[in-house]
């Protein structure tokens, strides 16, 4: 099993790297809010229709903690896209995908701070490194600092503390009622930030615009592959593997994002960006190696 949940991991991290292209070229017809309220109300319609079809199979399992556990994990995954939609208005796909990626050495950062566990010296070297990474793709060259790199970075966090919180109930709760309510969380809280920031929310409602191939085609994917499986996939599957292995195979979402960058619109990187691309994958892999002499915080279990 823990083999399978590696590769179905490794191809929901492959999923969310090459979409990055796909939302920004729907966000010239949709604003972020209005998007990631369709792309997670879509997602939550593909998976719930599954599990009205093995209703009949199941046991009561909707209680206060899956109603509360859901919302948690809904709510920092809301905050997460929310930041990452919004930050690819003004950041490119690959710097979108490499900063995002920062989340990674977060989580044991994180686990310290909330869970008290302590960091072994590959964790220390591992947020260092990813560190000068990070200044060296954003601060290096002051003409390619701007809010989108601000607002990607606050995505990496809220979605470090996803990982976390997915990572503490995984193992004690249905992963498909778990992953129904977080996503129609972030479509709920999606829909209420669209209209609280004036956005064209009715747009949802126009032809001209809803069935423009650049939209219709990033909906249906990122909500398919990218939110219904990706979610469900993550939360089933962390409940056979361990924080550590999903946190290096979501390493590679940067490299997935940067290459498929290249490919379809053709993105250069500067040499201080790759120099910064390459300390940052360096500093998320260090974070992750358990140490010889104390087991690592990131080979913790989080429940």
Same mark, same amino acid.
């Given at each position: 099993?823990?083999?399978?949940?590696?590769?179905?991991?490794?191809?929901?991290?492959?999923?969310?790297?090459? !979409? %990055?292209?796909?939302?920004? *070229?729907?966000?010239?017809?949709?604003?972020?809010?209005?998007?990631? @309220? $369709?792309? +997670?109300? /879509?997602?939550?319609?593909?998976?719930?229709?599954?599990?009205?079809?093995?209703?009949?199979?199941?046991?009561?399992?909707?209680?206060?903690?899956?109603?509360?556990?859901?919302?948690?994990?809904?709510?920092?995954?809301?905050?997460?896209?929310?930041?990452?939609?919004?930050?690819?208005?003004?950041?490119?796909?690959?710097?979108?995908?490499?900063?995002?990626?920062?989340?990674?050495?977060?989580?044991?950062?994180?686990?310290?701070?909330?869970?008290?566990?302590?960091?072994?010296?590959?964790?220390?070297?591992?947020?260092?490194?990813?560190?000068?990474?990070?200044?060296?793709? !954003? %601060?290096?060259?002051?003409? *390619?600092?701007?809010?989108?790199?601000?607002?990607?970075?606050?995505? @990496? $966090?809220? +979605?470090? /503390?996803?990982?976390?919180?997915?990572?503490?109930?995984?193992?004690?709760?249905?992963?498909?009622?778990?992953?129904?309510?977080?996503?129609?969380?972030?479509?709920?809280?999606?829909?209420?930030?669209?209209?609280?920031?004036?956005?064209?929310?009715?747009?949802?409602?126009?032809?001209?615009?809803?069935?423009?191939?650049?939209?219709?085609?990033?909906?249906?994917?990122?909500?398919?592959?990218?939110?219904?499986?990706?979610?469900?996939?993550?939360?089933?599957?962390?409940?056979?593997?361990?924080?550590?292995?999903?946190?290096?195979?979501?390493?590679?979402?940067?490299?997935?994002?940067?290459?498929?960058?290249?490919?379809?619109?053709?993105?250069?990187?500067?040499?201080?960006?790759?120099?910064?691309?390459?300390?940052?994958?360096?500093?998320?892999?260090?974070?992750?190696?358990?140490?010889?002499?104390?087991?690592?915080?990131?080979?913790?279990?989080?429940?």
């Amino acid at each position: 099993m823990k083999k399978t949940a590696d590769v179905s991991l490794l191809f929901v991290v492959f999923i969310w790297g090459v !979409t %990055f292209v796909m939302v920004q *070229n729907a966000l010239s017809f949709l604003e972020p809010f209005t998007f990631n @309220a $369709i792309r +997670f109300f /879509m997602a939550f319609v593909f998976l719930f229709i599954p599990y009205l079809l093995t209703l009949h199979k199941r046991g009561k399992t909707w209680n206060k903690k899956l109603l509360i556990a859901g919302l948690h994990i809904g709510v920092w995954l809301f905050l997460g896209y929310g930041f990452q939609t919004i930050g690819l208005n003004y950041t490119t796909p690959a710097k979108t995908g490499f900063i995002t990626g920062l989340s990674v050495v977060m989580v044991p950062v994180f686990s310290l701070l909330l869970l008290k566990l302590r960091l072994s010296r590959n964790t220390v070297l591992g947020v260092v490194a990813a560190t000068i990474g990070l200044y060296l793709m !954003t %601060f290096a060259d002051r003409s *390619n600092l701007n809010v989108g790199d601000f607002l990607v970075f606050l995505c @990496a $966090i809220s +979605f470090a /503390m996803q990982i976390i919180t997915t990572a503490r109930y995984a193992k004690t709760l249905p992963a498909l009622p778990l992953t129904l309510i977080q996503i129609f969380t972030v479509s709920f809280l999606s829909l209420g930030s669209a209209i609280l920031f004036n956005e064209d929310y009715s747009v949802i409602f126009k032809s001209d615009v809803m069935l423009q191939p650049e939209v219709w085609t990033a909906l249906l994917v990122t909500a398919a592959l990218a939110t219904a499986f990706a979610f469900f996939a993550q939360t089933f599957f962390q409940a056979y593997t361990t924080p550590t292995r999903v946190a290096l195979i979501f390493s590679m979402e940067p490299v997935f994002a940067a290459f498929s960058s290249f490919i379809l619109i053709g993105e250069k990187l500067t040499s201080a960006s790759i120099i910064g691309c390459v300390f940052i994958f360096l500093g998320m892999i260090l974070a992750e190696l358990p140490s010889k002499k104390k087991k690592s915080i990131a080979t913790q279990d989080f429940s």
